[in-house]
C-alpha cells in the first residue's frame, strides 16, 4: 500500500510552453502533498506544500506565478510549469502525507527537458 | 526550515573499502531518514531512525543517530559498485513538510 504515481515521467517541451506534472495518491487519501525540484549532482529542494482544497505554501524563493500548484482532490496534486524555460529543466518529485501517518511517500519523478 | 548539511558532498572510494557518511541537523530531530537515489530516479528508503542512540543495520549499511538526535552517520562496509548513487537524509519540519540533506554523491572503484 501507500503507492505514489507521476505522470508523466519525463517531458520535453518547448520554451514558452507550460506543462503539467501530476500525482497521484493510489491506494490512499492525502490531504497534504509536496512538490521537490532537484537539478543533476544536487540535493531535493522543497518547493511547496499543497493542501487539498486550500492555497499551496511556496517555499521562499520559489515563484508561485511560475510554479502553479492544484490539489483539487484527495488523491491528485497537480504542478503547472507555466512559461517554462531551459533552466527550468529539472527532475520533480512529489510525495504524499497519508493521514494516519506521519511518514511521507515519494512518487517516482518527473524529468523535465525545456528546450 | 529544518537545515540539514552532509559531509563529504561527493565521496570516491575503491570496491570493498569502508566509507562513512555524516547528516548534521541544526535543530532536533525527530525522525532521520536515509534514501538512495541516483539522478533522475526515484528515492530508494533506507532507513529510519527516532531514539538517540538508536542504530540500524540492512546488509552492509548501518546507520547511527547520535545521544543528542543532531547528528546521524550512514556506514557502508566493503563497498560495492552496485552502491553508487547520492545518498540524502531527510527529516520532517515543523509542518509536516519534509526536508533533504545537502546530498552525498558515492562513486565506487570497481
Known amino acids: 500500500g501507500a503507492v505514489v504515481s507521476q505522470h508523466p515521467s519525463w517531458v520535453i517541451c518547448k520554451s514558452g510552453t507550460s506543462v503539467k506534472i501530476e500525482c497521484r495518491s493510489l491506494?490512499?487519501?492525502?490531504?497534504?502533498m509536496f512538490w521537490y525540484r532537484q537539478f543533476p549532482k544536487q540535493s531535493l529542494m522543497l518547493m511547496a506544500t499543497?493542501?487539498?482544497?486550500?492555497?499551496?505554501?511556496?517555499e521562499q524563493g520559489v515563484e508561485k506565478d511560475k510554479f502553479l500548484i492544484n490539489h483539487a482532490s484527495l488523491t491528485l496534486s497537480t504542478l503547472t510549469v507555466t512559461s517554462a524555460h531551459p533552466e527550468d529543466s529539472s527532475f520533480y518529485i512529489c510525495s504524499a502525507l497519508p493521514g494516519w501517518r506521519p511518514e511521507q511517500y515519494f512518487g517516482p519523478g518527473t524529468r523535465l527537458t525545456v528546450t | 526550515s529544518q537545515e540539514l548539511e552532509q559531509s563529504p558532498q561527493s565521496l570516491i572510494v575503491q570496491e570493498g573499502k569502508n566509507l562513512t557518511i555524516n547528516c548534521t541537523s541544526s535543530k532536533t530531530l525527530y525522525g532521520l531518514y536515509w534514501y538512495k537515489q541516483k539522478y533522475g530516479e526515484g528515492l530508494i528508503f533506507l532507513m529510519m531512525l527516532q531514539k538517540g542512540g538508536e542504530e540500524k543495520s540492512h546488509e552492509k549499511i548501518t546507520a547511527k543517530l547520535d545521544e543528542k538526535k543532531q547528528q546521524s552517520s550512514l556506514h557502508i562496509t566493503a563497498s560495492q559498485p552496485s552502491h553508487a548513487g547520492i545518498y540524502l537524509c531527510?527529516?520532517?519540519?515543523?509542518?509536516?513538510?519534509?526536508?533533504f540533506g545537502t546530498g552525498t554523491s558515492l562513486t565506487v572503484i570497481p
Open positions: 531527510g527529516a520532517q519540519g515543523a509542518g509536516n513538510q519534509f526536508y
Open positions: 491506494d490512499f487519501q492525502a490531504t497534504t
Open positions: 499543497s493542501n487539498e482544497g486550500s492555497k499551496a505554501t511556496y
